[in-house]
C-alpha cells in the first residue's frame, strides 16, 4: 500500500506517523489487503485538530473520513472509523456480488412480493423444487447414488415423506419423520 502523509501547518513526528499506520493497518486487515493507496491530510487550526483520510481500493473504490478533535489520536480515531463503516460496507457487497455470482436467488413470500433477506448472514435460497415421489428405499439410493447428492420421496411402505442423503463418511442417510 503506498502512503502520502501531507501535514499543512504541522510537523509530522514518528509518534503521529505511527497513530496513523496502526490506523491503517487495522483498515487493511478488513479490507483483506485489497487497498491499494491511502492520503492523510493532517490540518491544524488554533486548538482544532482535523484529519482527512482517502483511501483507494481495488475497483476503484474512494472511502474518504474525516475527523476533529482537540488531539490527533482523536482526529485520526474518528476519520478512520468513518473509513471502517465504510469499508464493511464494500466488504458486504463485494462477497454478496460473489453469491450472485453463483446463480443463488431469494424466496419471494406469497402476498406481498418482498424478498426473504434476514440480512448477509442468513438467507433462503431455493435451488429447484423436487417432485416427491412415491418410492422404496432402495430405489431412492440408486437416485442418490447416480446422481443426486439427496432425494426427497414418499415411502412406499409407510406414505411418510423421507429423505435419503450422502454422508461426508460415503454411506447414506435416512431421515424419517415419527
Do not use: C
Not at 503506498?2 to 509530522?12: C, F
Not at 418410492?135 to 439427496?150: G, K, P, Y
Request: net charge positive.
Amino acid at each position: 500500500m503506498r502512503l502520502e502523509i501531507t501535514g499543512r501547518h504541522v510537523d509530522i513526528t514518528p509518534d503521529i506517523r505511527e497513530l496513523i499506520d496502526k490506523r491503517l493497518v487495522r483498515l487493511g486487515r478488513l479490507l483483506n489487503d485489497s487497498v491499494i493507496s491511502a492520503q492523510v491530510i493532517l490540518t491544524k487550526e488554533k486548538y482544532r485538530h482535523r484529519t482527512e483520510i482517502v483511501v483507494h481500493a481495488r475497483g476503484d473504490r474512494m472511502l474518504r473520513g474525516r475527523g476533529e478533535g482537540t488531539g490527533w489520536p482523536a482526529s485520526l480515531r474518528q476519520s478512520s472509523e468513518k473509513i471502517e463503516q465504510q469499508a464493511q460496507k464494500v466488504k458486504w457487497k463485494w462477497a454478496e456480488r460473489k453469491r450472485k455470482g453463483a446463480g443463488a436467488r431469494t424466496v419471494e413470500v406469497p402476498g406481498n412480493g418482498d424478498a426473504v433477506n434476514a440480512g448477509p448472514t442468513a438467507r433462503i435460497v431455493r435451488a429447484r423444487r423436487y417432485p416427491v415421489k412415491p418410492m422404496s428405499v432402495e430405489d431412492a439410493a440408486l437416485q442418490v447414488n447416480a446422481r443426486e447428492s439427496f432425494v426427497v420421496f414418499r415411502n412406499a411402505d409407510t406414505d411418510a415423506i423421507s429423505i435419503l442423503y450422502r454422508r461426508k463418511d460415503g454411506n447414506l442417510g435416512l431421515i424419517e419423520p415419527d
